[in-house]
């Protein structure tokens, strides 16, 4: 088991871990849509699948909301 935050908060997960089960074992809404950090750097969405979890990695899935003031 190793130790990695996930949007500031903890969680113990077997790592490494490719970032695409990460997201799929958080739930993550409409992954299609995500933009992820990893431990600060932001990953290309086509390197999800090679881009591996370790234990001490933060990870942070970022959504961006469209719109604006009238």
Request: glycine share 10%; proline share 3%.
């Amino acid at each position: 088991m190793g130790n990695i935050k996930v949007n500031d908060n903890d969680q113990q997960i077997a790592t490494p871990i490719a970032l695409t089960e990460l997201i799929a074992i958080n739930k993550v809404l409409q992954p299609d849509m995500v933009s992820v950090q990893v431990n600060g750097e932001f990953i290309d969405r086509e390197a999800f699948g090679s881009t591996v979890i370790k234990d001490g990695d933060q990870v942070d899935f970022l959504y961006f909301m469209g719109g604006g003031a009238r």
